[in-house]
């Protein structure tokens, strides 16, 4: 059974940082990726890695703020979110992409409030 668990979220002001985790079990993976919602918005791609190639990908609205990373022992993949801003309040969604063709599996969602 594939299970991808998301952890690490929370309330933090702006400027501030936080690391989101997730924890893939069940199966292998070509590709891990995150993605946010907002309220009212559609969701939004905001990173990927491969595995265990790394090649890390990132939407323009968080280059150079946020680092995704994989923690091969632990079947782990990491966001680090940096100088955040009040627009990256959005609930994270850790997902998983068995074949490097589309992603097929989804976390459970973690809330990131940021605010001003």
């Known amino acids: 059974q594939v299970q991808l668990v998301e952890s690490g979220g929370g309330l933090v002001q702006a400027g501030g940082s936080l690391k989101l985790s997730c924890a893939a079990s069940g199966r292998t993976f070509s590709r891990v990726g995150w993605f946010r919602q907002a309220p009212g918005k559609e969701r939004e791609f905001i990173a990927s890695?491969?595995?265990?190639?790394?090649?890390?990908e990132y939407s323009d609205s968080v280059k150079g703020r946020f680092t995704i990373s994989i923690e091969y022992g632990k079947n782990t993949v990491y966001l680090q979110m940096n100088s955040l801003k009040p627009e990256d309040t959005a609930v994270y969604y850790c997902?998983?992409?068995?074949?490097?063709?589309?992603?097929?599996?989804w976390g459970q969602g973690t809330q990131v409030t940021v605010s001003s």
């Open positions: 890695i491969r595995w265990p190639f790394a090649n890390p």
């Open positions: 997902a998983a992409d068995p074949n490097s063709s589309k992603f097929d599996y």
